[in-house]
């Protein structure tokens, strides 16, 4: 089945795949996306390719599980791009969950060698599974924005367009632009029609949110680190512990940035020692 430009999955892998992303954003808040190229169903001619290009990061021709068999078996598989955001100040985290998501709907993960947690595999590509709905808990992880937050919107007015992905607001430069833009995963994408004068003021109101967000402490992630968050104001770093917290400044648009786990150290021993 055609999910998007160089994405082909069988029909029951294509369900399987819908329902883990419906799972990501009910529970998490997260659209998870497969990883640009072809990286669902790939066709011999392109694993050659990337066997060329990627070496031991692509199976050898006729041995991957993008292309259908794997092991002998039937097998398709999918590259996950974003799993890490399923919880973004936790990589450990983040992979119990995706793990846990894959088991809802039966793909498994971490089958393949060298290791590649991106990369999920369903070992029964051609059954539609049972599930119509799979009922889920939104409980207690659920992330405290609202989903639509993450829907891009294209903002239509006689001024021209923009797009409203994130939290930002930017203006396409030409139609075509607007025309090159394209959701690939099937995600939705929302047009909002409006007059030019309500156009600008959410150009003008995004641009304003900017400044304040500006004005708040930076999130850091500490990079081959243990999961530690910081937050750095004014020239300090401390410990963010508060997941609360954390969320709030997210919400409010607080910028983040990922720190080498060395640099976090010696600005705090500066700190300790002044
Ligand atoms: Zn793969």
Redesign the pocket.
Known sequence: MYLGPEFYLPSGTAARWRALQRLGLEKYGVWLVPTPGW?GYRPLSIQYQYRAELGIWAAVPRT???GLTFNGRDMA???VNNWRALAPWSESLAWARFVALCRIVGFIVDF?SPQ?L??IGDPDPYTIPAFAVVTINPGTTRMPEPEEDDMPTIISSPIGQSLSIGGVVVPFPTPDDVKSTKSTTGAPVQIMETTSVMHSSIIAAAARQDAAAAQLPIVVYAQGGNGTVYIYEAGRIDYLTEETVLHDLLARGAQSVTWPQGEIDSLRKQQQGA
Do not use: M, P, Q, T
Request: charged share 20%; net charge negative.
């Open positions: 990286n991957s599980s993008h598989a999918i590259d393949v590649e991106w990369h």
